[in-house]
């Protein structure tokens, strides 16, 4: 699962901004947190801002 959460993004497209809704997914395994990580950190990197919406509470825990 978390593989193709990680190839479902294009890192080099022309973009500013991006957002990621994550309503309705759950991240509670270390697995899923790096992944998650990963795309924020990947999207950075190329110099898009990164807008994470509609985490649910149990996973909002997780990122802080």
Do not use: C, P, Y
Not at 10 to 36: C, M, N, P, Q, Y
């Amino acid at each position: 699962m978390t593989d193709r959460f990680l190839e479902s993004f294009d890192f080099r497209d022309d973009v500013d901004k991006e957002s990621i809704d994550l309503s309705g997914a759950h991240s509670w395994d270390i697995t899923s947190v790096h992944a998650r990580d990963k795309v924020l950190v990947d999207f950075r990197r190329e110099g898009i801002e990164v807008e994470v919406i509609g985490m649910n509470q149990a996973t909002v825990r997780s990122v802080t």
